[in-house]
């Protein structure tokens, strides 16, 4: 929040903090007396045990975590040296402290207020999500848990799930994309990941934290019916598929209902309708009373200076002694706590510091920045390049040194520091620093290819820049747009004129490759102009090698875009980069319902510059024999089968997608994402492939009975490259029998 205006202040030696840390989280054995440390007992059994131990003063306690970033007069306890969220531990019934950290692109340490902590620095989650592979996610989440373990924290505030509604929103970078069953399935895995290492992990921002500007004061509104099939499907899939310990509840409003204090988000969807066994913890300043949010479902205050008043301090100790607030909700408020700290392992392996792996961890880092970027056009075949084909000019975007990282909160110190920090000022939320990690996409490609002289310019000289784009035969321009958490970006155009930059470096040198590294999707004035693009998103620490890797063609391109990028700002819906100010402070009406990115494109029959799931590749791929198919193990279940097959000259990647148009989905958008499958194939070489459908994507909300339902008819499965690239459909005629789905009549048609 206001996450932007904390105060920055230098700490005593992390060494220290961690010694201290490891004093106080020694490894709980089971005591006689202790039952609840019985390993044994299921970590229900084990918080009933523990709650009825507690004193009032005691749960109180629990159910508010310190932000500990203090001044030295007032320094935090002993622990990780300043977390985000602190909650002391209770040595005398043996429940260690919570110590959170921010890490949802690795563990952050935004504005260096633990001096120097460094952490592997993550690409953004639209590149992790770019990658279409849950288990790369679940590898980046095992390896930030592993680092937030071995730094002392043991609950990293990840699992950022909300969906891509307005490509301005500051915090695009963070989420995963604009489709709920990508966003649910890969941020699952990456919760999964994170608490593989006995590290709690959230899911956040529930729900509808979609844009920035306004967050703290804005209402979100959309039908019921659109929500539980848009936004909340993403937590829901998130929620099933990751377990994780904690929900984070959202600054905004929904419905008129602060998020934190909102029966409908808490009780009845979280706890009633998905059987949510966590916690619920507030965003950092976003709790407005003590009762409403206790009895609405909000279990603990976070980062408790940030609120007008610790309301879940003294004034919620009055309101359960004065019954406004029973005893036994906080008894449940602090067995929810209590439970996923058992269940995550908390208690039996604390978190404790060790030695971390920084080539393994940096190698994952780079892995997912080449599978994440994404092959935007490729005229000519200009790439990959060919050693010792000439000269190459590099130009902009620190390329000599660095790769952009995204801002706000998720920022990690990335391992060596940042390679440049760039204060800027006259912000709406002050003056942030835009962080570059060390990572030097010039040095790379010269490691690339030696042969050859590469040369580089900044780019602030248009003249220089395309002097030196004439001398070389090929260029690679380097394009940025920094965005933040806290506020939108008012543009989707680059910045600090770097399109006209593009243009007349391409009318120098047609064979100009630009590299983005953007938080979002960005307009491309200069598209036809250029010979080949490359997203690369915010590519982590190893960005550079990971780019000269991927435009050499030493390893194939093989990101799908997870968000549709528009051709003008025209094509976005109405509430799209909605100004910071009064237009941002009262409701906004996503309009376009469940029909978010590439669904609204194609209800309105609108062609984006580039589709969801787009990418391309070295080699090419096709696609035949699409067949639907009732699942031979599961009689519940819908599969496709077909046949992938590269008809190109290169091994690569093919992220083959399944889309499916509902019978009555006409009114909602129409064909939605079903199922995908990863495949790696030689030239030549074909392969069988298996796809079960998502029965998420299968369902539709009835209003009525309040239920999903799985609409009996005809349904389309479109087998495709992206979310307009359709080869190949198949038509099934679905029955339900006893709340089974039959396949009444299966038709395949090629396209
Ligand atoms: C962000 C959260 C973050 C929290 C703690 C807030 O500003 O919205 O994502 O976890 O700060 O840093």
């Not at 921002?205 to 936004?231: M, P, Q, T, V």
């Not at 800027?424 to 942030?432: A, C, H, N, Q, V």
């Not at 799985?710 to 349904?715: A, E, L, R, T, W």
Request: glycine residues 10%; charged residues 20%; proline residues 7%.
């Amino acid at each position: 929040m206001l996450a932007l205006s904390r105060r920055i202040l230098a700490r005593g030696a992390i060494l220290a903090g961690l010694i201290a840390l490891a004093a106080s989280t020694a490894r709980a054995e089971h005591t006689p007396g202790f039952p609840w440390l019985d390993k044994n007992l299921s970590a229900d059994a084990r918080a009933a045990l523990l709650v009825p131990q507690l004193t009032l003063d005691e749960k109180i306690h629990l159910v508010h975590s310190q932000f500990t970033q203090r001044d030295p007069e007032d320094p935090p306890p002993a622990g990780p040296n300043d977390d985000v969220g602190y909650v002391r531990g209770i040595p005398r019934l043996g429940i260690p402290p919570l110590h959170m950290a921010d890490g949802n692109v690795g563990v952050a340490n935004p504005w260096n207020a633990r001096d120097n902590d460094e952490a592997t620095a993550l690409p953004s989650g639209l590149a992790l999500a770019s990658s279409w592979d849950p288990d790369l996610a679940f590898a980046a989440g095992a390896m930030a848990g592993g680092e937030a373990r071995r730094k002392g924290f043991n609950v990293l505030l990840a699992g950022s799930v909300n969906l891509v509604r307005d490509p301005h929103g500051g915090r695009s970078f963070e989420y995963a994309g604009e489709d709920p069953i990508l966003s649910g399935i890969m941020v699952g895995a990456l919760i999964r990941g994170i608490q593989s290492q006995h590290v709690i992990s959230t899911a956040k921002h529930f729900a509808l934290n979609d844009r920035e500007n306004g967050r703290f004061l804005l209402s979100a509104e959309i039908d019921e019916k659109s929500f539980r099939e848009s936004d909340l499907r993403a937590f829901q899939i998130a929620i099933e598929t990751g377990d994780p310990g904690a929900v984070m509840c959202a600054y905004n409003k929904v419905g008129g209902v602060y998020a934190c204090e909102n029966p409908f988000l808490l009780q009845k969807v979280l706890r009633g309708n998905w059987n949510y066994r966590g916690w619920v913890m507030s965003d950092w300043g976003a709790v407005h009373s003590t009762v409403a949010s206790a009895i609405a479902g909000l279990d603990q205050e976070s980062g408790d200076k940030y609120d007008e008043e610790v309301y879940f301090g003294a004034p919620l100790k009055k309101a359960v002694e004065d019954g406004a607030v029973p005893m036994a909700r906080l008894d449940e408020m602090v067995g929810r706590i209590l439970r996923s700290m058992f269940a995550a392992g908390l208690f039996d392996e604390p978190a404790a510091p060790a030695a971390i792996d920084w080539e393994a961890h940096a190698a994952l880092a780079q892995k997912v920045a080449e599978q994440g970027s994404v092959l935007l056009k490729n005229a000519r075949r200009l790439l990959p390049l060919q050693r010792g084909d000439g000269d190459i000019a590099i130009i902009g975007a620190h390329a000599d040194i660095a790769v952009l990282a995204g801002g706000g909160s998720s920022q990690v110190r990335p391992v060596g520091g940042p390679a440049l920090t760039v204060q800027l000022g006259g912000t709406p939320m002050g003056s942030p620093k835009m962080v570059w990690d060390p990572s030097s996409p010039l040095a790379a490609l010269r490691k690339e290819d030696p042969t050859v002289e590469i040369r580089y310019a900044d780019g602030s000289d248009t003249a220089a820049a395309v002097a030196l784009a004439k001398e070389a035969r090929t260029v690679i321009l380097f394009a940025h747009q920094w965005m933040s958490e806290g506020w939108d970006v008012p543009s989707l155009s680059l910045p600090d004129n770097q399109d006209a930059l593009i243009a007349a470096v391409a009318a120098a040198n047609p064979r100009t490759i630009v590299v983005l590294e953007t938080g979002g999707p960005v307009l491309m004035p200069w598209l036809d102009r250029v010979g080949a693009v490359l997203e690369a998103w915010y590519p982590g620490q190893r960005g550079g090698d990971a780019i000269a890797r991927l435009l050499f063609g030493r390893v194939a391109p093989s990101g799908r875009l997870p968000v549709s990028f528009p051709q003008s700002e025209a094509q976005l819906p109405d509430h799209a980069a909605i100004s910071f100010g009064s237009a941002a402070s009262g409701p906004v009406h996503y309009s376009e319902g469940t029909a978010v990115g590439y669904r609204w494109y194609e209800m309105r029959n609108a062609r984006p510059l580039f589709p969801f799931g787009f990418g391309l590749s070295y080699t090419r791929f096709d696609y035949s024999d699409l067949r639907v198919m009732r699942s031979t193990t599961n009689p519940m279940a819908i599969e496709a089968s077909f046949t992938v097959r590269n008809s190109g000259g290169e091994t690569g990647t093919d992220v083959a997608q399944l889309y499916v148009t509902l019978p009555e989905d006409r009114p909602n958008g129409v064909r939605k994402l079903a199922g995908w499958k990863r495949v790696t194939l030689r030239p030549g070489e074909a392969k069988r492939i298996k796809v079960a459908l998502d029965p998420h994507a299968l369902q539709l909300w009835n209003s009525a009975t309040e239920a999903w339902e799985m609409p009996s008819g005809s349904y389309q499965v479109a087998l495709g490259a992206s979310a307009r690239d359709q080869r190949l459909a198949a038509r099934i005629k679905i029955e339900l029998h006893d709340g089974a789905p039959a396949i009444a009549r299966e038709q395949a048609d090629s396209r």
